[in-house]
């Protein structure tokens, strides 16, 4: 399956503090995207990171992945209340995006 | 620039009836895609339409179709409501097919079946 599933489920920390999720997948893949999903919103895309890659940066992000364990992992560094959000991860085949997986996600709760 | 938009934003119908939604690409994007979101869990691919054809569909029944008209929008068709159809409808769209991009959400169109 070209899914990706997300652990752990739910994560709750305290601003400031980092917050790391999982992404495990099955097959080979051509990318693996991350989007963020605030309660009820549409998704919002995070950053992509290509098979031939190891690891990607975007602000406060940092995304890795390894492509021998079939899994990525979502940094956020010195995390805020606004980053409070559900992230998904979408392991993609092709290079088509219209096609995306999602798993049920990694709800992040971030106190202030 | 205007991103993805999608109509209704919220409406409420009772079992058996049809429900339209629509939806908007970006600019220039001809690739749309329809997603269905359950409370709880992650959004579930429906269909992709990239230049007036249908280019994936995902495990649903016959009574969900969608067409993508000339300016690249597209309608979501729902037949014969269930409750089960209760849900998050997303809309997204993508410049091409053929080079790894991001696909982009519009707000999303909140269906409720009683």
């Known amino acids: 399956s070209q899914q990706g599933e997300e652990d752990p489920q739910a994560l709750s920390i305290q601003e400031g503090e980092n917050a790391t999720m999982n992404c495990s997948y099955k097959?080979?893949?051509?990318?693996l995207q991350w989007y963020r999903q605030n309660s009820g919103r549409g998704l919002v895309h995070l950053i992509l990171?290509?098979?031939?890659?190891r690891e990607k940066h975007s602000g406060r992000l940092r995304v890795t992945l390894d492509t021998s364990k079939k899994s990525s992992s979502l940094l956020i560094t010195a995390s805020r209340a606004a980053d409070t959000a559900s992230y998904f991860c979408?392991?993609?085949?092709?290079?088509?995006?219209?096609?995306?997986?999602f798993g049920q996600g990694t709800t992040l709760q971030v106190k202030p | 620039d205007a991103g993805v938009t999608q109509s209704p934003t919220h409406l409420i119908k009772t079992r058996g009836q049809h429900v339209t939604l629509r939806c908007s690409p970006i600019s220039g994007h001809k690739s749309v895609s329809w997603y269905q979101q359950v409370l709880g869990q992650g959004p579930q691919f429906i269909f992709q339409y990239y230049e007036k054809e249908e280019r994936g569909r995902g495990n649903f029944p016959d009574r969900f179709s969608a067409r993508q008209f000339p300016n690249y929008s597209s309608e979501l068709n729902v037949n014969a409501l269930l409750l089960g159809d209760s849900a998050l409808y997303l809309c997204?769209?993508?410049?091409?097919?053929?080079?790894?991009?991001?696909?982009?959400f519009g707000e999303g169109s909140r269906l409720t079946v009683l």
């Open positions: 997204a769209s993508s410049l091409v097919v053929s080079v790894a991009g991001e696909l982009f």
């Open positions: 097959t080979s893949i051509n990318n």
């Open positions: 990171i290509r098979s031939n890659e």
């Open positions: 979408a392991p993609l085949r092709s290079s088509n995006t219209g096609k995306l997986i």
